[in-house]
């Protein structure tokens, strides 16, 4: 599968903005998804991976951001609110094989989108 990542941008503090993560291929709704974000001098870390059943959030983002998919369009979004300084970084899209369970280190992750930059401003 490939994955194009969309939505970034510049945004005050406060603000919103929505990413999206389009897919190719037919099977999109066999895999999980994950988001990750890297900042300058930083590692790459996890936003939200999803299960079948649900969604783990990082702490840094829970009651925020929210992901969701849409399996018709092959695409997965994650809707971000109350956008702080912080959370400036590359935003990642990834997707993995199968499985009904939370996959939380970036190596579970088997297809990544090119990423797309995500700049707050105080």
């Known amino acids: 599968v490939q994955l194009q990542a969309s939505g970034g941008g510049l945004v005050q503090a406060g603000g919103s903005l929505r990413l999206s993560c389009a897919a190719s291929?037919?099977?999109?709704?066999?895999?999980?998804m994950g988001w990750f974000r890297q900042a300058p001098g930083k590692e790459r870390e996890l936003v939200a991976a999803a299960s079948w059943s649900g969604t783990y959030y990082a702490d840094s983002v829970k009651g925020r951001f929210t992901r969701s998919r849409d399996n018709a369009k092959n695409t997965e979004y994650l809707q971000m609110n109350s956008l702080r300084p912080e959370d400036t970084a590359i935003y990642y899209c990834?997707?993995?094989?199968?499985?009904?369970?939370?996959?939380?280190?970036?190596?579970?992750?088997?297809?990544w989108g090119q990423g797309t930059q995500v700049t707050v401003s105080s």
């Open positions: 291929g037919r099977t999109f709704s066999s895999y999980t």
């Open positions: 990834a997707a993995a094989n199968g499985g009904n369970r939370y996959r939380k280190e970036a190596l579970e992750y088997d297809y």
